[in-house]
């Protein structure tokens, strides 16, 4: 799995052969990230071009990706035998606490640092240049990257947590 920061919150998830694009901007998708699955994280959708759309609360199942929409623009996506978390800013606790993400996507504020103590995720995902409350809340520097490649016998185990900022 390859992960990149598209710029304004937006990543984009190689997984499988399949683009999966998340959005957190207002502005146009580029014809050349052209996702497979694009996941709506708030806004309207008339400009979204993906041969997949997820939007809101629901069950999706897309060419072997499973993506569980909950209120509030909140994602828990299964891939490569991975659990992906996504928290928008603002968004209500999640109903999937219960079943805490391999690797999350977070904003760098306090209200995400304590859904992150409860969720106990293994890799958090900020973007360029926002990690600074998140280190200091959760006491450890994040690792600056141009992009995360990684694989499920990479995510770390036992108590161990990677913060990961990337760079766009």
């Known amino acids: 799995m390859v992960i990149s920061f598209c710029g304004e919150g937006c990543f984009k998830i190689q997984t499988g052969g399949l683009t999966i694009l998340t959005e957190a901007f207002s502005g146009e998708i580029s014809a050349r990230m052209k996702p497979d699955i694009f996941i709506k994280t708030g806004g309207d959708k008339s400009h979204i071009a993906a041969e997949h759309l ?17 209120p509030g623009f909140t994602y828990l996506i299964r891939a490569e035998e991975m659990r992906l978390g996504f928290l928008p800013a603002h968004a209500p606790a999640p109903d999937w606490l219960k079943e805490g993400p391999d690797i999350l996507f977070a904003n760098n504020d306090s209200e995400s640092a304590k859904i992150i103590r409860q969720l106990n995720p293994k890799i958090i995902i900020s973007h360029s240049g926002s990690a600074g409350i998140l280190e200091k809340e959760l006491g450890q520097k994040a690792e600056v990257l141009d992009k995360l490649v990684i694989k499920k016998k990479e995510v770390p185990v036992g108590s161990a947590v990677r913060i990961v900022n990337l760079k766009g």
């Open 54 to 70: 997820v939007s809101g609360p629901g069950e999706y199942e897309i060419k072997g990706v499973e993506i569980n929409g909950y």
